[in-house]
Each structure stands twice: as C-alpha cells, then as structure tokens.
T-cell receptor, first 112, second 117 residues
Framework: GAVVSQHPSWVICKSGTSVKIECRSL??????MFWYRQFPKQSLMLMAT?????????EQGVEKDKFLINHASLTLSTLTVTSAHPEDSSFYIC????????FGSGTRLTVV | AQKVTQAQTEISVVEKEDVTLDCVYE???????LFWYKQPPSGELVFLIR??????QNEISGRYSWNFQKSTSSFNFTITASQVVDSAVYFC??????????????FGPGTRLSVLP
C-alpha cells in the first residue's frame, strides 16, 4: 500500500503566527490528497481536497484564506494555517486517494 | 447524502470479553466502500479493513471480525477476547466508489472503547 509521511507530528505556536504542515507521498505520485480536521473527542471532518497544479477545493465553512493549501508537486501537499488562533487548535491529518485508505500520522496543533 | 452512524459513544469492557461496535451507513450509491479505522491515543489512524459494497462475505482476521449486511446497511465490528491494547477510538467510514478511489471519506462519530484489566 501507499505510504504517506506527515510532518510535524505536533506543533505549538503563538496566536497570530502561521504554521505549515507537510504531507508527502513516499512511494507514489499523488495528484489528489485530502485534508481533514479533528477537534478533541470529535470525528474527522473533511476540510479540503488538494489538487496537484491547481487550486484546492474547500468544504463549506472552511476559510480558504486561512487554510492555504499548496500542491505544487506530485509528492508534496502542504497546509498552512495562517494567523492561527486558539480555536484553530486541532488535529490535522491528510490522506492519499490512489489507494483509498492511507492516512498520514497527523499533526496536533496547539495555538497559545 | 452519505452518512455514517455509530450509536455507541463509549463502551467499557473487561479484558477477555467480546465486544461489538455498531456501524450503520446511508448512501444512494450502489457502489461504495466501507472502512474501519482504529485511532489510539497517539492519534494516528490505523487501517483495519476495507470492504466493497458487492462483497457481503463476513471477514475474520485474528481476534477481529466484521459483519456486513446490506439489507440493514450495517457493517459491525467484533473484537473477540478483548485486550487492554484494544483501547482506542474506532471509526467506521464510508467512501463512494470512483475509478481510482479518489473520493473522500465520511466518518462516523467514533466509538471510544476502553478495555479494563
């Protein structure tokens, strides 16, 4: 199966700063990747679909200017949380679509 | 619209007991995929099983077994002789089929399983 590497595993940042999360496909080319968000004790909710070489598709209610997604190559998709605030503290996780069932290890973001 | 329901929010069992986690789904598609994932406290999602809508055979993998019944739109998961290491949140998920599985998942709310020693 596919291998997806996600970094960092956890990050603590100050309110107002930006944080970048990377998701790499190690053994395949990913034209599409999904980004999910999980608040404490809740389920995973799709935030956006990352498309290589084109704009990301955002789910309703997700601010595209706040959650910047870049998929400039077939092996790397990045999610940048801009001007982070405490309410953005969450677990962010990406998934590949080639095989339909592999997720990155997730990034726990804490904004203080 | 797709929807996944896991009616059990939390379950506690004593080690060696059997436990069944329920999953009921809704979809208008005739072709779809169902998944179970385990999420331990560390947070990563551990893939357990994928089942397509045309394969209703029950599956057993060690202490794990799955019962897929299209007639009731259910895909239940049973752990036999539970162990403390089974303690985690378990998610059932649904994905509509596409040529290359390029569809996102709809997750259920999850069931938190605690196995007590």
């Amino acid at each position: 199966g596919a291998v997806v590497s996600q970094h960092p595993s956890w990050v603590i940042c100050k309110s107002g700063t930006s944080v970048k999360i990377e998701c790499r496909s190690l053994d395949f080319q990913a034209t599409t990747m999904f980004w999910y968000r999980q608040f404490p004790k809740q389920s995973l909710m799709l935030m956006a679909t990352s498309n290589e070489g084109s704009k990301a598709t955002y789910e309703q209610g997700v601010e595209k200017d706040k959650f910047l997604i870049n998929h400039a190559s077939l092996t790397l998709s990045t999610l940048t949380v801009t001007s982070a605030h405490p309410e953005d503290s969450s677990f962010y996780i990406c998934s590949e679509t080639n095989y339909g069932y592999t997720f990155g290890s997730g990034t726990r973001l804490t904004v203080v | 619209a797709q929807k996944v329901t896991q009616a059990q929010t939390e379950i506690s069992v004593v080690e060696k007991e059997d436990v069944t986690l329920d999953c009921v789904y809704e979809t208008r598609d005739t072709t779809y995929y169902l998944f179970w994932y385990k999420q331990p406290p560390s947070g990563e999602l551990v893939f357990l099983i994928r089942r397509n809508s045309f394969d209703e055979q029950n599956e057993i993998s060690g202490r794990y077994s799955w019962n897929f019944q299209k007639s009731t739109s259910s895909f239940n998961f049973t752990i036999t002789a539970s162990q403390v290491v089974d303690s985690a949140v378990y998610f059932c998920a649904l994905s509509e089929a596409s040529f290359n599985y390029g569809q996102n998942f709809v997750f259920g709310p999850g069931t938190r399983l605690s196995v007590l020693p």
